[in-house]
Structures are given as structure tokens and as C-alpha cells.
């Protein structure tokens, strides 16, 4: 089955007519015979349209509003679509009547006898736009129970909506009176890309508008396809007794159509609830890119996490190989970080790793990779770096960090006895161990993992010879069990001076002084 439908009509004779019209559709149909019955069904069951068709008369009308007012006030049938079919008396294009029922939360209005084709567009239309309001409204909840509820779509912002029609000025105007931020009018197939995204466009398809038919259809498909646009809420006026052109264009991608005959009151209506729906979806759209963004990054510094870098200097080493250039990693590790936390307090460490974050990325090219991969870890990935040039680098970053102190606040309130970077209030003193590791143009592609864990290793001897220092880890050394860096490096002479944030430094701007002897 394509669908669950209720049917609420208190005559046998016109629910058997309206299952006869969905029929070719194979949609599940339920009937009821008032409108009390139909409360009591959608309470108990799950529908994804509910189809209501009223007799003539006031007190029927009166009814059916109140019943829409009731579906749409609660949270388990909010998002339940009624689509109303009634007389001409009751729903004749331009009455009254028709914004009284979309004002109450009716989807749409429909009038005898009803065109099967339309119907089923209509009911095909409705679904969609159910099953697209239903994944919101839980992507909002979620946002909210994670702490990032945002307030209610705002629509008194820049929205923009565009009127494609040849002779339509004064429908710009009346629409600019009831819509909220600005409202165009422009030709077909017009640019409409230079002033920005358009959140909705109104097609009219009015005989004056001198807009045939089959024009409908194309430029419909073609604001789908075009960047400003593709993202924007169609309403569609179309020409009376052409139900089949209307049927054809929610199809193709329309989101709404009226009828050429429709009040203002009624389009103004239907534009405004379009627009809520476009601002709900932008919303939902860039909550799923915040998502991704939070979720590659590292809220204490800003920096990229794990969860991203590894799979980044994965595509960095391939594309290495490929190009058969070379490729730097740097891991860094805080010399005694807890000491920090436990002289200082936890709020000192992050502001220690906060400065410490952005002098780094002060100090490398916005090519290279620079994440947190956890605690006081640090990951660097240098591009087009060979092994002089790497060696300098990370001896300046050692350098850099240890000639210019952290501004912290903290007391020493955690443990008195313990030797901490330096008195309350006073700059905290960091030093840093750093590992490095190559891969080069000969050598097979390695794996992220396997570049991080030789630079661990000559990170770890960096710790072992004395921390505040550099280790190289030799790639001589790859078929040992056991890897071991053999080169190091101690502290540096003041005055060594970072990178050119351009490019890595050639090795005879700043030519490394051999390592002691006790160092190698």
C-alpha cells in the first residue's frame, strides 16, 4: 500500500465514490461516518492523510473548522494533512470561507466533482510534505534534548519571493503588503540569482500573463534545477478547468497551486504558510551542517578532532604518493601537563591548550592539518615537507612555546605539595616533546594510523631522552619490530624564529646545528 487514508463523510454513497477515485492509486482507504468517529480513529491509529468532505450549509462549516483546529492543536495528529472537498457553495474560488478552513490548519480545499488526477497529485503532494514536516519537527526535538534548541522560525527576515509574470505589478504589491521582506517580480527564465537565494516563487499561469500551459510545466522543473532556486517554495496560480495542468505541476515539483479565481486573503495565506515551511527546512538544513561541523571538531580549542584528522591525512598521504611528494607528521605532547591541572586547576590546563591551539595555528600554512587528537596530543600534517624543513619546524614550534609562557588564571588550592608551572596568577611555563615522522616520495603509500604511530614512537623517545625536544623516527628502521627514532634534537639558542606561513622554509634559510653527540 502507497498510503493510509481516513475519509470522514456521513453519506455511504460519496465515501464509496472518493475510495473508487483513489483506487487506481492502491491506497489503504478507512471510512468514517462523523466527524466524532474519525477523532476517535486517528487517536487509535496512524494515517498519513485524512480526507473530510462536508455537506452544504453554515453549521457543517462551523464543524469542520473547529475539527481542524482540533487536529492541528495536537501533538500526536499535528502534522496529520486534512484536505477538505465541499460544494461550490461552500468552497467556490474567492469565498470567504476557503481562508477560514486554511486558517484552522486545513491543507487543502477542494471543490465537486473532484478530478481523480488531482486528487491523487494532491494526496501524492501532502504525503510528501508530511513526511519531510515530520523528520523536522523530530530533528528539532533532538537538537533541543542535546542543548541546541533553537527559537521558532523567524519570517520577519530577508525572505525573498519572486513573482514570475509578464503583466502581474499590482499582484507584486499586494503581496509585498502581506508578506514579510521582499517581494520581486520578474519574467520567466529570468537571472534571478544575482540578489541571493529566493525562498519562494509564485508562477502565475493566469491567460494574461500570456503563459501557456506546457510553459508551466518547464520553467517548474527548471527552478528545481537552478542553485538559487532549487531550495524554493513554488505556488502555482493555474487557469480554471485545467485541473490536469495542475496535477502535472505539483508532480513535477510544485509545492502549492491556487486557483486563477483565488482571493488575496487566501494566496497571501498560502504564501505565508510556505514560507514557514521553507525557514523550517533552511533551519533544518543548517542544523545538520552545524551538526557535522561540531561533530569534526574540538570544542575546547576549535581545532579539528580525531574524528576528522586521521581520515583527512589518510587522503593527505594518498595524495602524496600519488604525486610522489613528500609528506611531514608532527605529533606534540605538554611536558607534565597534569602538573598544571593539579598546581593550578582544570581551568588553567584548558586555558594552557586553548593559547597553545592558537599559537600553533598562527604558526603553520592554512593547507597544513592541525587537530587535538585527545587531551594535550596535538596533530600536525605538513604537505610538500620533506625532512630538513621538518626538523626545523618542529624545533621552532619547541622553541616558540617554550620562550613565551601561557597567561592562566588559577589558584593553588589542588595540591600544595605538588611542584607546579609557576605561582597563582603567574604565566604557566609549558615545554614540548614532539615526534616526527616522513613519508617519502619512494616509499609505499602508509596508512594515517601508521604515520600517527611512527610518530608516536619518536615522540616517546623524545620523552625518554629528557622531554623538550624533537625526535625524528627514521624510516630505516620500518622493518624492526620495534621502531626507533635516531634522531633528536635538545633545546635550541634563542632567537629561532617560525615558518613562513607561505610555504615550509627551504633548508638553507635556517640551517639546523648538529645534534650533541649524547642527544643521537
Known sequence: MSGRILIVDSSSASRILCRTALHDASYDCHGCHSLGDAEAAVERSSFDVLIMEIPVGDAPLRQAVAFCRRIAARQQTRDLPVLVIGGAENLAPGGPTR???????????????????LLQARIRGLMRARTVSSEMRMAEETR???????????????????????????????????????VECHPPFADLGAAGEVDLVVLDGRPES???????????????????????????VVPRRESWAAAMLLDLGADDHIDEAAAGPEIALRARRLLTRKA???????????????AATDPLTGLHNRRYALPHLDRLARHAHDARQELAVLV????????INDARGHAAGDAVLAGLSRRLRDALRPADLLARLGGEEFLIALPATGEVAAMEIAERLRSLVEQDPFPVAGEDHHDPGTAGPG????PAAVTLSIGVALQRPTSPAATADRLVERADAALYEAKRRGRNT???????????????PTECDGPSPPGAHLPDRNGPPAPEEAPLSPPPASAR
Request: aromatic share 4%.
Open 99 to 117: 481562508a477560514a478552513l486554511l486558517e484552522a490548519g486545513a491543507a487543502e480545499l477542494m471543490t465537486r466533482p473532484v478530478d481523480p488526477a
Open 144 to 182: 533541543v534534548s542535546l542543548g541546541f534548541a533553537e527559537g521558532a522560525a523567524d519570517l520577519s527576515g530577508p525572505a525573498r519571493t519572486i513573482l514570475l509574470s509578464r503583466a502581474a505589478e499590482g499582484d507584486r504589491r499586494a503581496l509585498a503588503a502581506t508578506l514579510p521582506g521582499r
Open 210 to 236: 500570456a503563459h501557456p500551459v506546457e510553459e508551466l510545466f518547464r520553467v517548474t522543473v527548471d527552478l528545481r534545477s537552478r542553485l538559487e532556486t532549487r531550495h524554493a517554495q513554488q505556488l502555482v
Open 280 to 294: 523550517r527546512a533552511d533551519r533544518l538544513r543548517r542544523g545538520m551542517m552545524e551538526g557535522l561541523q561540531a
Open 332 to 339: 606534540l605532547d605538554i611536558d607534565h601537563f597534569k602538573r
Open 423 to 426: 605561582d597563582a596568577g603567574q
Open 470 to 484: 624533537w625526535c625524528l623516527w627514521k624510516e630505516a628502521a620500518a622493518e624492526t619490530p620495534a621502531p626507533a
